[in-house]
């Protein structure tokens, strides 16, 4: 019910919906974001460490640079 009426406050009152995330230090970045890479998450579950071979990395990079506005120029 809290946080269904926290998006009837005004926009400074501070809620659960409203709070900066944890790691959020409010800089600025000196360098140029990428709109593929602008999309806020968080890990979920525990941390494991895992390399993707070549033939993933190579759909990764694919997948980036069909789906990134900023590179769209350079492919037509």
Same mark, same amino acid.
């Given at each position: 019910?809290?946080? @269904?009426?926290? +998006? +009837? @406050? =005004? ?19 000196? +360098?140029p974001? =990428? ?10 579950g525990?941390? /494991? ?5 070549a /033939?993933?990395?190579?759909a990764? /990079?694919l +997948?980036?640079l069909l ?8 492919? /037509?």
């Amino acid at each position: 019910m809290s946080t @269904f009426g926290s +998006y +009837y @406050f =005004i926009a400074n009152v501070p809620s659960r919906r409203t709070r900066v995330p944890r790691n959020d230090d409010g800089g600025v970045s000196s +360098y140029p974001q =990428i709109s593929v890479f602008n999309y806020p998450g968080r890990a979920a579950g525990a941390t /494991k460490v895992r390399w993707m071979d070549a /033939k993933e990395f190579e759909a990764a /990079k694919l +997948y980036v640079l069909l789906n990134t506005p900023e590179v769209q120029p350079y492919i /037509k």
